[in-house]
């Protein structure tokens, strides 16, 4: 892409992965070009690769990012199922241990998610927007094996990005200078905006960070004879009673991955051996016994960067003209939760919806698009934290008074929802994206949260599907 000499209609975005890629279909039809900034060299076919950390671990794509995709890429859940992946109707195709027993099998066909391995998500992901690109007036550059070292501009707005070549070849790393009228940080858990900021001469935002000291560990399966695979994934999350968690989803091609998580004390090893044996100390001995009927089919892949991060961009004041910041860059989440892919597809959704209300690229007009990114981002910021505020270190960010009922609220709701099909399914509405958080407390499910009494789950894993 030709260099522009004042960044015209021109946007740059760092990170060339899933929310960088849902940021470029975002932008499509309101830029005339789109630089991708991309530190790896993308790998041939649907292959692991090096910049994507989580990339072997268990991936969901929840009903509400599965819609807010579909929005922006028509056609790429079709895509994604020709691919191979898995769909799963939360109530019915996942069984999930609670800390007072097994939920309830609901045959309930309204929240689907879609269970697929990394690689295949990003690579099906990047043909269609590219595709989409390349049959629009938006020309698009993805820049492989080119990192970004900092921002141009000065505190007041940014005007572009300086970069170098990872190539290695002779003078490439050099820096040069490409100026945008808009750049996107895309860049992911490792942004180093602040670091940028602190050099344009501006602070960084307000940050808040909940940390459950989570550690997870993944390794892959092929059930021996797929006659007698499972008919549905299983879910053991931890509790603060028993803090370690395992989940066992299908994804593509007869394949199963294994998750085992814990807290701070309970991490799972990564030695196979030892793997397997911590998949007993869960909180249900089910996971363990499939094991039984399995073949490993990988090594075991680690993973420690489990911190609840938030950093408010979106406040008066804390965003520079011309800059913008979507995904893991700006709120990450504790992967064990499975919202990080979806909180970004709503996210670009969010800003492509601000843009093309407001006009297009005029001034304030990326202050509004993050304050949209995080009206998307916040259900899914409330349901980690309170989820992870048991395990949280004392540094963290402390809880107020409204969290901690929250927390005492959603810890009787979801009991209540293991059993109960109408507060189950406010419950998942909200889970799956497609419901605000306002939607537990409607009158009818407060009353039947706080007032029927509590009662335990099932004593073991349902087979029977029960009509709702």
């Known amino acids: 892409m030709a260099e522009h000499s004042n960044g015209g209609h021109t946007a740059i975005v760092i990170g060339g992965g899933l929310a960088g890629m849902l940021a470029v279909t975002a932008l499509i039809g309101h830029v005339d070009t789109v630089t991708v900034i991309e530190r790896d060299r993308y790998p041939e076919g649907r292959a692991f690769r090096k910049g994507v950390p989580q990339a072997r671990h268990l991936h969901i794509l929840l009903r509400g990012g599965?819609?807010?995709?579909?929005?922006?890429?028509?056609?790429?859940?079709?895509a994604l199922g020709e691919a191979g992946a898995r769909r799963l109707y939360l109530s019915r195709d996942l069984l999930t241990r609670t800390p007072t027993g097994w939920q309830r099998r609901f045959d309930e066909r309204r929240h689907l998610t879609l269970s697929v391995t990394r690689p295949v998500l990003d690579s099906v992901v990047r043909e269609r927007v590219l595709r989409a690109a390349a049959g629009s007036a938006t020309r698009v550059e993805v820049l492989e094996a080119t990192e970004a070292t900092g921002l141009t501009g000065d505190a007041g707005r940014?005007?572009?990005v300086r970069v170098r070549s990872r190539d290695g070849a002779p003078g490439g790393r050099s820096e040069r200078e490409l100026p945008a009228a808009l750049v996107v940080d895309a860049s992911g858990r490792g942004s180093r905006a602040?670091?940028?900021f602190a050099a344009l001469g501006r602070s960084a935002p307000q940050e808040e960070t909940v940390d459950a000291g989570i550690a997870?560990?993944?390794?892959?399966?092929?059930?021996?004879?797929?006659?007698?695979?499972?008919d549905a994934g299983v879910n053991v999350p931890g509790w603060p009673e028993c803090p370690r968690g395992a989940a066992y989803v299908p994804v593509e091609d007869g394949k199963w991955?294994?998750?085992?998580?814990?807290?701070?004390?309970h991490h799972p090893p990564t030695d196979a051996a030892e793997f397997t044996a911590f998949s007993a100390t869960v909180g249900d001995p089910y996971v363990h016994e499939l094991l039984d009927r399995a073949e490993p089919l990988s090594p075991v892949h680690g993973f420690r960067d489990t911190c609840n991060r938030r950093r408010h961009f979106e406040r008066p004041g804390a965003l520079p003209e011309g800059f913008l910041v979507l995904g893991d860059a700006g709120c990450t989440f504790n992967p064990v939760y499975g919202q990080g892919m979806s909180v970004a597809a709503l996210g670009a959704l969010a800003v492509r919806t601000t843009l093309a209300d407001g006009g297009g690229l005029r001034p304030g007009i990326a202050a509004e698009a993050q304050r949209a990114v995080a009206r998307a981002v916040e259900p899914a910021w409330l349901a980690a934290?309170?989820?992870d505020r048991p395990y949280a270190s004392p540094g963290d960010t402390k809880a107020g008074v409204g969290e901690r009922l929250s927390t005492w609220y959603i810890a009787r709701l979801s009991a209540r929802a293991s059993?109960?099909?109408v507060v189950g399914a406010a419950f998942r509405d909200v889970f799956s994206l497609t419901a605000p958080p306002t939607?537990?407390?409607?009158p009818q499910i407060f009353l039947r949260t706080v007032f029927l009494p509590r009662r335990p789950g099932l004593p073991g894993p349902p087979v029977a599907i029960e009509a709702v």
């Open 419 to 421: 059993i109960d099909p």
């Open 216 to 230: 997870y560990a993944t390794r892959m399966y092929r059930p021996k004879d797929p006659a007698t695979a499972p």
């Open 439 to 442: 939607r537990l407390v409607a």
């Open 158 to 160: 940014v005007t572009g």
């Open 194 to 196: 602040p670091q940028w």
């Open 385 to 387: 934290v309170g989820a």
């Open 66 to 78: 599965s819609l807010a995709l579909e929005e922006l890429l028509p056609g790429t859940v079709a």
């Open 257 to 265: 991955l294994l998750t085992l998580s814990g807290v701070r004390g």
